[in-house]
């Protein structure tokens, strides 16, 4: 962490979560919120509760929905200094609900609001010449605005002897799409750490899967990644290294109460002990546990975990096979 903070880039929104499962929002239905969300700002309150210095660009409206998130950030020791507050759009929104076979139906108003109005101020330009590492969200990659943004980050960062850790998040259907195919390459060929979870490794490598992952991981380390940290969801998390080492932790027995939020927490947790100068081994203990820890919460970041509540979970929670 010498070098500066770990910083993301992207939508902060408030999150409203359905209390039955069912179909959508087709009647009236209870629901509990607002929470703080968005995929960045979930990886970045992790990172910063477990004690990593972090820093978060985005933007939100001057209402009730962006304070709770300025105020998680900053609460949980993340440098909020890049967070702009729009005068006029409101914070982004999603509503989420369950339905009885796990999958999610949302209504989002992301980037019709202020998350949408991100932009290159001075005070983003000041945090960016900070940071030490940008971790980069690939479902933003399609996005004007975040990409020249995150694509400035990057190499400013870079240029200072800083690294790129990459959540690929991204489907197939988008790595086919031409440009947010070549800035999915252009940030592959970046980035220090990936982050991959399901068939994202063979995306990444732009290989098929019946390649198997040791074609992909070497084709990733012919890139120049130099670390691969592979979810895996209940079957825990291995992470591969270039000579050779591949280094497996189990994950944690829990009951999932809400699933949203596990990849950015491990992701979180990950990138800030690995920066905290903690051995592979460690770092993947304390991901697979704060990605655990976080689906037996409702809410999309309420079980991030500082240290020490990271510390008591992994004494009292048995590992899985
Ligand atoms: P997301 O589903 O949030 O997009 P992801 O697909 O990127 O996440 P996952 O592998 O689902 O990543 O979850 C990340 C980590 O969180 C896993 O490696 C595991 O350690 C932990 N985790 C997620 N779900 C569970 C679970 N049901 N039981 C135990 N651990 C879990
Ligand atoms: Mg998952």
Not at 59 to 78: E, H, Q, T, W, Y
Not at 221 to 235: C, N, S, T
Not at 263 to 273: E, L, W
Request: hydrophobic share 40%.
């Amino acid at each position: 962490d010498a070098l500066g903070p770990t910083l993301c880039i992207g939508e902060i929104l408030a999150e409203i979560v359905a209390t039955t499962t069912g179909n959508g929002f087709l009647e009236p239905v209870p629901m509990i919120g607002p929470y703080p969300s968005g995929a960045p700002a979930i990886f970045i309150d992790q990172a910063g509760r477990i004690g990593g210095a972090a820093a978060m660009v985005g933007a939100v409206g001057d209402d009730d929905f962006g304070r709770v998130n300025i105020a998680r950030l900053k609460r949980d020791g993340v440098d909020v200094s890049g967070i702009h507050t729009d005068p006029t759009l409101p914070t982004g929104t999603a509503f989420v609900r369950y339905r009885p076979d796990g999958a999610r139906d949302f209504v989002f108003n992301m980037w019709t609001s202020a998350a949408g109005a991100l932009a290159w101020t001075d005070a983003v330009d000041a945090v960016c010449t900070r940071a030490g590492h940008l971790h980069v969200m690939g479902t933003l990659l399609g996005h004007q605005t975040i990409w020249e943004m995150t694509e400035r980050a990057a190499t400013m960062i870079k240029a200072r002897g800083g690294t790129i850790s990459l959540d690929p998040n991204l489907r197939k259907e988008l790595r086919g799409d031409p440009q947010t195919g070549s800035r999915f390459a252009q940030m592959v060929g970046m980035a220090d750490l990936l982050l991959p979870s399901g068939d994202e490794l063979y995306l990444a490598a732009d290989l098929p899967p019946e390649a198997g992952e040791e074609a992909a991981l070497a084709r990733l380390f012919d890139l120049g990644v130099k670390e691969v940290a592979i979810k895996r969801g209940a079957d825990g998390a291995t992470c591969a290294l270039p000579d050779g080492s591949r280094i497996h932790g189990a994950a944690f027995a829990v009951t999932e109460l809400d699933p949203t939020g596990a990849g950015d927490c491990f992701g979180g947790a990950y990138v800030a002990c690995r920066r905290l100068g903690m051995p592979v081994q460690q770092a993947l203990t304390y991901a697979n546990a704060a990605g655990a820890r976080n689906v037996t919460f409702r809410g999309p970041m309420e079980g991030a975990g500082t240290r020490t509540e990271l510390n008591d979970f992994i004494s009292n929670t048995k590992r899985l096979a």
